[in-house]
């Protein structure tokens, strides 16, 4: 029988769920640093990583309007400042802000030129060499990596992680910090130009490193890790 009051309680509360949604979404602003392929590519806000933190929000009922690519230690200023609501690549023991679960894993390596003969069997080993980093690097890799390359002949980090491989090629460095995904993305580059063709020693001293959103707001970082989680429970299910 055809209930008036029941149908009037579920047609209140689907309108107050629509409209709940409609309060709560949110196009937001994301900062980064710059293009670091095949992880966040600039030229057409992709990238395998930008992809999963952009479904991960949809599934949390908001969307990307605008990603602002920049240095790291302005994506954290712009963060502090709110004008951004997260930034992605949050260095995990910078204060004041709330982090996400981890979004994908970087392996970062060590990588000298075979030519060198140079052996690392572990992150204290970088004092004896010259290093050039990837920004921010001291923030991301650990007492240990940076009470080491305070002892470091030479030390640097770069904003451009292509340049890192022309300065390890040209032998301005003698090791080269990076993820091993982006040295060989751009390494194929080199090779493809005929530049460079130099074989490489990788020295695995480090654990896989977790990347994490940071944001100044906790209920917007809840809404990203519910829709981290959608994302992950339906990429399971799609699996073979």
């Not at 806000?45 to 790291?72: C, M, P, W």
């Not at 995990?92 to 802000?97: A, E, K, T, W």
């Not at 030390?155 to 003698?174: P, S």
Request: positive net charge.
């Amino acid at each position: 029988m055809f209930n008036l009051r029941q149908f009037l309680n579920c047609l209140v509360t689907l309108v107050c769920l629509i409209w709940f949604n409609s309060v709560t979404a949110k196009e937001l602003t994301l900062a980064t640093s710059m293009s670091i392929p095949p992880y966040i590519i600039e030229h057409n806000d992709s990238g395998i990583q930008l992809e999963r933190v952009k479904k991960a929000f949809e599934l949390a009922n908001h969307s990307i309007k605008k990603v602002i690519y920049t240095s790291n230690k302005r994506a954290e200023i712009l963060l502090y400042q709110k004008k951004v609501d997260a930034i992605i690549n949050a260095p995990n023991n910078s204060q004041n802000m709330f982090f996400s679960d981890p979004v994908i894993f970087y392996q970062n390596t060590a990588i000298s030129l075979s030519s060198t003969h140079i052996y690392l069997t572990d992150i204290a080993g970088l004092s004896d060499v010259r290093v050039m980093a990837f920004q921010n690097a001291r923030k991301y890799l650990g007492d240990e990596y940076r009470q080491a390359v305070n002892q470091s002949p030479a030390y640097d980090e770069a904003i451009n992680q292509q340049a890192q491989l022309e300065h390890l090629f040209l032998k301005h460095t003698d090791v080269i910090i990076l993820d091993r995904r982006i040295f060989d993305h751009f390494n194929k580059l080199f090779e493809a130009s005929g530049r460079f063709p130099k074989p490489v020693t990788f020295h695995p001293i480090f654990p896989k490193s977790p990347r994490v959103l940071g944001f100044h707001n906790k209920a917007l970082r809840d809404d990203f890790n519910d829709g981290l989680k959608r994302l992950d429970e339906a990429l399971k299910r799609s699996e073979p």
